[in-house]
């Protein structure tokens, strides 16, 4: 049986530009290529959970326009349940502007349209899936309203949440005790702690803070730094896999797709997180969002290969 994840959350068409840099306020950087590819946060995490082995349902609203039809032909062609996405008519779908730098850093700027229109009734109509899904998966691209109406279902029907504060924003302290895996990265995390998150030792010291506001499980991800986690018997730094950076737009997303599939199948936490952490180092090695998310044959593959080759004996020491 495939873990049920439900997925409540934007979507989005991101148009991408390669430059070189990334530009200064003012300054005009002559670009590359141009695309436009499938994306939006809740859309990009439901994809990544489904290519990781899990069965999605998405809850959405998508403006009814030529780029929302096709984002709900990439979303029907991974298989994803889409009974509860609602197509509106009167607001357009959203789009991300994005630039994507030769280093794989990006800049995102978000026109909303009809995901900021996802209103709490919505959501209560996907009640019936709450009732079947195994976690629910939702991050903060959509209203904070919304939001806490499947906080609430998911705690009406017991349900474990992992929450994607992406992006950054205040959330109210009686969130948090609904919460059962809180994945901010560094920026995200200094804005729900008031602790500025830099490097492992800060991660900590926010983690331990966001943990004394109700979260049993708070990871924080720090890119190329690795992630914290402070969860009961597991406080730990883990480094990241290393990879060649091409694109990192999105990889905090397929991590949180990869680790609720994880987290639900039952692995022990430290392994769920370092199928996560694959699924994300892959995902930064290719261009785009939701096309960057690894299949679960590839996330398994790259554990076992970087498995092999830390017992290859190293040069300059004997076996
Ligand atoms: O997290 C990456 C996503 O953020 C992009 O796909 C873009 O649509 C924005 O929502």
């Given at each position: 049986?495939?873990?049920?994840?439900?997925?409540?959350?934007?979507?989005?068409?991101?148009?991408?530009?390669?430059?070189?840099?990334?530009?200064?306020?003012?300054?005009?950087?002559?670009?590359?290529?141009?695309?436009?590819?499938a994306?939006?946060?809740?859309?990009?995490?439901?994809?990544?959970?489904?290519?990781?082995?899990?069965?999605?349902?998405?809850?959405?609203?998508?403006?009814?326009?030529?780029?929302?039809?096709?984002?709900?032909?990439g979303?029907?062609?991974?298989?994803?349940?889409?009974?509860?996405?609602?197509?509106?008519?009167?607001?357009p779908?959203?789009?991300?502007?994005?630039?994507?730098?030769?280093?794989?850093?990006?800049?995102?700027?978000?026109?909303?349209?009809?995901?900021?229109?996802?209103?709490?009734?919505?959501?209560?109509?996907?009640?019936?899936?709450?009732?079947t899904?195994?976690?629910l998966?939702?991050?903060?691209?959509?209203?904070?309203?919304?939001?806490?109406?499947?906080l609430?279902?998911?705690?009406?029907?017991?349900?474990?949440?992992?929450?994607?504060?992406?992006?950054?924003?205040h959330?109210?302290?009686?969130?948090?005790?609904?919460?059962?895996?809180?994945?901010?990265?560094?920026r995200?995390?200094?804005?729900?702690?008031?602790?500025?998150v830099?490097?492992?030792?800060?991660?900590?010291r926010?983690?331990?803070?966001?943990?004394?506001?109700?979260?049993?499980?708070?990871?924080?991800?720090?890119?190329?730094?690795?992630l914290v986690?402070?969860?009961?018997?597991?406080?730990?730094?883990?480094?990241?896999?290393r990879?060649?950076?091409?694109?990192?737009?999105?990889?905090?997303?397929?991590?949180?797709?990869?680790?609720?599939?994880?987290?639900?199948?039952?692995?022990?936490?430290?392994?769920?997180?370092?199928?996560?952490?694959?699924?994300?180092?892959?995902?930064?090695?290719?261009?785009?969002?939701?096309?960057?998310?690894?299949?679960?044959?590839?996330i398994?593959?790259?554990?076992?290969?970087?498995?092999?080759?830390?017992?290859?004996?190293?040069?300059g020491?004997?076996s």
């Open positions: 049986m495939k873990p049920r994840i439900l997925v409540v959350g934007s979507s989005n068409t991101d148009l991408v530009v390669k430059v070189p840099r990334l530009p200064s306020p003012g300054e005009t950087v002559l670009g590359g290529e141009f695309a436009s590819l994306g939006g946060k809740g859309a990009n995490q439901a994809v990544a959970a489904a290519r990781a082995g899990g069965e999605v349902t998405f809850v959405a609203r998508i403006g009814d326009d030529a780029f929302g039809q096709l984002s709900l032909e979303l029907q062609k991974e298989g994803i349940h889409l009974g509860h996405v609602v197509m509106d008519s009167h607001h779908s959203g789009v991300a502007l994005i630039l994507v730098a030769a280093d794989g850093q990006n800049s995102i700027a978000v026109a909303p349209g009809a995901n900021a229109h996802l209103s709490p009734a919505d959501v209560h109509r996907a009640a019936p899936a709450f009732r899904a195994q976690m998966l939702v991050q903060l691209e959509i209203p904070l309203a919304a939001v806490q109406s499947a609430e279902l998911a705690a009406h029907h017991r349900l474990p949440v992992l929450l994607n504060p992406a992006p950054a924003q959330i109210p302290n009686e969130w948090f005790p609904h919460i059962t895996y809180l994945t901010p990265n560094a995200e995390a200094s804005a729900l702690s008031g602790i500025e830099t490097d492992p030792d800060s991660a900590a926010a983690a331990a803070r966001l943990r004394q506001k109700g979260v049993p499980h708070v990871i924080i991800t720090l890119a190329e730094q690795g986690v402070d969860a009961p018997r597991l406080h730990k730094h883990l480094p990241a896999f990879v060649k950076p091409v694109d990192t737009t999105a990889a905090g997303d397929v991590f949180c797709g990869a680790l609720a599939v994880a987290c639900t199948e039952g692995r022990p936490l430290l392994e769920a997180l370092r199928f996560a952490q694959a699924a994300a180092a892959i995902s930064v090695t290719r261009f785009g969002a939701q096309r960057s998310a690894p299949t679960r044959a590839e398994l593959r790259f554990l076992e290969d970087r498995a092999r080759e830390s017992q290859r004996p190293q040069p020491t004997t």
